[in-house]
């Protein structure tokens, strides 16, 4: 995790800035010399919106795909749960949905993977050093497509790579992240990571969370809202983060049903009656 916090300061000082107007020269395809080599030994953070994709084009659970593809780093300068996608164990350490034609999963790949070879900077990342976005190249010795005699734009290249849908879910994970909240330490409790962690990763298991409990007993969610949720992910991803907001942040984002406020008010009355009991 150092080691991105070298590379963040190292491209806020010596990357030279692009707006969504400048132009590039690059192009990848299978005949070009260096294609898959930039798809091994590197750490690919993924977003919940990214699980999402991944696990349902692969047709298996959320569960199943935290166990199978991604791991968890520990370090002490992470302020919540992240996830890298895990390469494979073989010395060459490669994506595991890369193949010798290319990638397997090419219509959902994560966020990472399609912006490359771009980088964005961006205020909404918490950079107190970027007063607005701005993107820049990401350079390495071993890519071979900056030779090739194709010319975009940067905003072509996000259209062309699809990046739009990725982009805006990824500006309401952000919203999430850089709350105030996270901001000391003591506040993350390990319930309150588990919490987290489930709703912004494990959706499948959030959805049991609040359909196979009393939740909806309690807080006041329409039946096409919980229509919706039971079979869109997207919808009960953002339906996940208002929960946060209210769970964790303590955010006036969902309504308790009154009768349930009529309960505890009693409850609180009830044990305010009981005498005391001496010692």
């Not at 807080?219 to 949720?229: A, G, L, P, T, Y």
């Not at 409850?267 to 005391?276: A, G, R, Y």
Request: glycine letters at 4%; hydrophobic letters at 35%.
């Amino acid at each position: 995790m150092r080691e991105i916090e070298r590379l963040k300061e190292e491209i806020l000082k010596d990357y030279p800035r692009m707006s969504k107007d400048d132009t590039f020269k690059f192009n990848c395809h299978p005949g070009v010399s260096c294609f898959n080599n930039c798809c091994a030994d590197v750490n690919i953070f993924l977003t919940p919106y990214d699980v999402i994709r991944l696990k349902n084009r692969l047709g298996i659970s959320s569960q199943e795909f935290l166990d199978r593809h991604t791991l968890m780093p520990f370090d002490k300068g992470l302020t919540y749960p992240v996830i890298l996608l895990q390469m494979t164990e073989d010395e060459a350490k490669r994506c595991p949905f890369v193949a010798d034609k290319g990638c397997t999963v090419y219509e959902d790949r994560p966020w990472a993977c399609r912006m490359y070879p771009l980088g964005m900077a961006s205020p909404k990342d918490g950079n107190e050093d970027v007063p607005e976005e701005f993107h820049f190249l990401l350079k390495e010795a071993v890519c071979q497509g900056y030779q090739e005699d194709k010319t975009q734009t940067v905003i072509e290249w996000q259209d062309q790579q699809g990046i739009n849908d990725y982009n805006a879910m990824g500006d309401e994970f952000k919203e999430i992240t850089l709350h105030k909240f996270f901001e000391s330490p003591e506040n993350l409790t390990p319930q309150k990571v588990e919490m987290f962690f489930m709703v912004c990763y494990n959706i499948d298991k959030f959805r049991s969370f609040i359909f196979d409990s009393s939740f909806f007993d309690k807080f006041e969610v329409s039946d096409d809202q919980q229509k919706e949720m039971k079979t869109d992910d997207i919808a009960l991803l953002r339906f996940g983060y208002q929960w946060l907001r209210f769970a964790l942040f303590g955010e006036k984002t969902m309504t308790v049903k009154s009768d349930v406020w009529t309960d505890k008010e009693q409850e609180l009355k009830m044990k305010q009656k009981l005498p005391k009991q001496s010692s």
